[in-house]
C-alpha cells in the first residue's frame, strides 16, 4: 500500500502560477500510475490529469490542457503538478492518487489510494 501527502497548495491571485508536490511513501512510486483530482465546494471530485509509470502517457481535462502539466520523478517518489494562468474557477481541493492500472483509467473511475488534499483558492 502507498501513502500519498500533498503539498503546495494556497492563495494566489488569478494569472498565477502554484506547484503541488505529492510524495508518496509505502512503496516505490514507480509501481503506480498517478493523477491529481479537485473538487470545488458543492461540486463533485474531478479528474484533473494522470500520467503512466514511465510518463509515457499524460492526460488531463479539457478544463485545465494547456495552463496544466502532470510530471513525476520516480527517483524521489514524487509527482507534480504545474499550475499556470490559474483562473478563479480553479479554486479547489486538489488530490493525489495511485493507481495499480494504467493512467487513463482514472479518467472513467476512482483510484486506488488518495492522499488528504491540499487547498488551491484563486482570487480574481
Known amino acids: 500500500q502507498v501513502q500519498l501527502v500533498e503539498s503546495g497548495g494556497g492563495l494566489v491571485q488569478a494569472g498565477g502560477s502554484l506547484r503541488l508536490s505529492c510524495a508518496a511513501s509505502?512503496?516505490?512510486?514507480?509501481?503506480?500510475?498517478m493523477g491529481w483530482f479537485r473538487q470545488a465546494p458543492g461540486k463533485e471530485r474531478e479528474f484533473v490529469a494522470a500520467i503512466s509509470r514511465n510518463s509515457a502517457s499524460i492526460y488531463y481535462a479539457d478544463a485545465v490542457k494547456g495552463r496544466f502539466t502532470i510530471s513525476r520523478n520516480n527517483a524521489n517518489n514524487t509527482v507534480y503538478l504545474q499550475m499556470n494562468s490559474l483562473k478563479p474557477e480553479d479554486t479547489a481541493a486538489y488530490y493525489c492518487a495511485a493507481d495499480r492500472g494504467i493512467a487513463n483509467s482514472m479518467i472513467i473511475r476512482s483510484p486506488d489510494y488518495w492522499g488528504q488534499g491540499t487547498q488551491v483558492t484563486v482570487s480574481s
Open positions: 509505502g512503496r516505490t512510486l514507480s509501481s503506480y500510475a
